[in-house]
């Protein structure tokens, strides 16, 4: 893609100018640490002449792993303005993390870590750290600094592995500029904002929203271990489960001063929680409906799962024969944005099967209820038989949740004892529910039993992965073979 000139600005040129322009703007919170621009800069510096004298290149690929934001952060973009290509994965209890070393040139973490002997290992030790320490934040050398073309790739992202292996993808300059650009107009962001972010770097709509506040001179909050007292936040980006964490950690009487603006990504967020975040915190919540492989989608959904399909995208519905159907058909969701990626690094039959003449094909079920108007109705794979007739997993967890007083539940398809039982549903309880009554009660209410052959296990909690979505690969364990006390 050749355009005259030279390419746009990257992150760390923005933190930059917002340094030299206001130097004590706060650019970053982390517990009960905080960091301004300034500060963010002199750190950045530091980091890219480190890695710039550890061999770090355009082109390389660099895989981030931290316990904390702002180390993650911070190495990501520094990488980026060195031209090299950026990933992340959880420094502890990540599935794939083996497959994302056998992906990179290096690996820096805060952890110990075992890539393969080829890949170039950092431990972000007390060395490391006495090594950024050792260099001038004023040193006057000129600085090493790459603005990648928007045709050259950045990112390495992934699917969220929720059904089994993540798939990988890789991101061009313009897609993760969209990712970017996107991030910050249907999240309002402004100069002023303060947003707190539940959620890992892995998932790249985190990296992208923080990027995208971090360029506009907004600040970024991680307060994971120390809760919200004496905060002030004006957005929230989580994921449901982990928004229902940051309500569960709000200090007793927690009233916002100013009303906070809530939005969700990566699931549907039940009825209750969104009753809950929008009691507690004064501000609308708003649903994000999206994709690693695609960017947003719809940039909110309302309760029933309908939302204005984003500027930008092209959407429609298809049969399982790949034949476009018409309004108020219900089908599979294809689409295609600016912020697609080509397909899967590594899996050309995945590839394939989700990438068709320039479409998306993806796993999600929906309907137009009218031009641009999408109702999602959930996983295509989750469809559910009840009672004899497809519905979404969403609306089977929505009751269950309501007839057992459950706080967390999780309904999908499962082939057990030779097809006897076909749904399952594992639900979280309160300690005093009599749990037979709620088991007679979700049975006759979703006519489930002898129909339908549904198993229902009650859970101390439902397995999660560390970006906060079910982990179905270990649900589906314990369904297989039920915890003592669960049945």
Same mark, same amino acid.
């Given at each position: $893609? ?31 640490? !905080? ?5 963010? &800069? ?9 890695? &710039? ?20 952060? =911070?190495?990501?973009?520094? =990488? ?36 393969? /002997? ?15 320490? /050792? ?13 990648? /073309?928007?045709?050259? #790739? ?14 990988? +993808? ?22 002023? !904002? ?5 959620? #890992? ?14 360029? +506009? ?8 271990? @120390?809760?919200?007292?004496? &905060? ?23 009233? #916002? ?7 969700? *990504? ?20 708003? @649903? ?18 309908? %939302? ?8 429609? *519905? ?14 599979? *969701? ?5 912020? $697609? ?20 094909? !993806? ?7 009218? #031009?641009? $108007? ?28 309501? +007839? ?6 999780? =309904? ?24 037979? /009554?709620?088991?007679?009660? *979700?049975?006759? %209410? ?18 999660? $992965? ?9 649900? &589906? ?11």
């Amino acid at each position: $893609m050749n355009i005259p000139g030279r390419p746009i600005p990257t992150t760390f040129e923005y933190v930059e100018a917002l340094a030299l322009r206001e130097p004590r703007r706060l650019a970053l919170v982390q517990d009960h640490q !905080s960091w301004t621009y300034q500060a963010l &800069h002199s750190d950045l510096v530091r980091l890219v002449r480190v890695l &710039h004298s550890l061999g770090v290149k355009r082109g390389d690929r660099v895989a981030v792993g931290t316990q904390g934001l702002q180390a993650g952060l =911070a190495l990501l973009i520094a =990488a980026e303005n060195l031209g090299a290509v950026t990933t992340c994965f959880l420094p502890e209890k990540d599935p794939d993390a083996q497959a994302v070393f056998g992906l990179v040139d290096w690996v820096f973490s805060d952890l110990p870590q075992s890539p393969p /002997a080829t890949v170039r290992n950092v431990l972000l030790d007390a060395a490391f750290v006495a090594r950024l320490q /050792a260099v001038a934040a004023d040193d006057p050398t000129p600085l090493p600094r790459v603005a990648l /073309a928007l045709d050259e #790739p950045q990112r390495i992202s992934r699917t969220s592995g929720s059904s089994g292996r993540s798939k990988f +993808m890789l991101l061009k300059r313009q897609a993760q500029e969209h990712w970017v650009r996107t991030g910050a107009e249907n999240g309002g962001y402004r100069p002023e !904002s303060r947003l707190l972010v539940a959620g #890992p770097l892995v998932m790249n709509a985190i990296f992208a929203r923080a990027s995208a506040c971090l360029r +506009m001179g907004a600040a970024v909050l991680d307060l994971s271990r @120390s809760g919200l007292a004496g &905060h002030e936040i004006t957005h929230i980006l989580a994921l449901p489960a982990l928004l229902e964490e940051v309500l569960k950690s709000l200090p007793a009487g927690y009233a #916002p001063r100013n009303r906070v603006e809530v939005q969700s *990504i990566g699931g549907f967020v039940p009825p209750h929680l969104r009753e809950k975040a929008t009691r507690v915190f004064g501000g609308r919540l708003s @649903s994000r409906y999206g994709a690693n492989e695609t960017t947003g989608i719809c940039d909110d959904l309302d309760a029933d799962g309908v %939302g204005v399909v984003s500027p930008g995208v092209d959407l429609r *519905i298809l049969d399982e024969q790949g034949r476009e159907l018409p309004l108020g058909r219900l089908g599979v *969701i294809a689409v295609r944005t600016p912020g $697609m990626v080509e397909g899967y690094i590594g899996d050309e039959e995945a590839t394939r099967q989700a990438f068709r003449d320039g479409w998306f094909v !993806s796993g999600d079920w929906g309907t137009l209820v009218a #031009p641009r $108007m999408l109702r999602l109705a959930g996983r295509y794979d989750d469809l559910l038989v009840v009672g004899g007739l497809k519905v979404p997993a969403n609306e089977v967890e929505t009751q269950a949740r309501d +007839m057992a007083g459950a706080t967390d539940c999780a =309904a999908f398809a499962v082939n057990l004892e030779g097809g006897d039982i076909t749904l399952g549903i594992a639900l979280v309880v309160p300690p005093s529910t009599d749990r037979a /009554a709620a088991r007679a009660r *979700i049975e006759k %209410g979703l006519q489930v039993g002898a129909s339908t052959n549904a198993r229902i296990l009650f859970l101390d909690a439902i397995p999660r $992965m560390g970006n906060g979505k079910i982990d179905r690969v270990a649900l &589906h364990r314990l369904f297989e073979s039920p915890p003592a006390g669960s049945l």
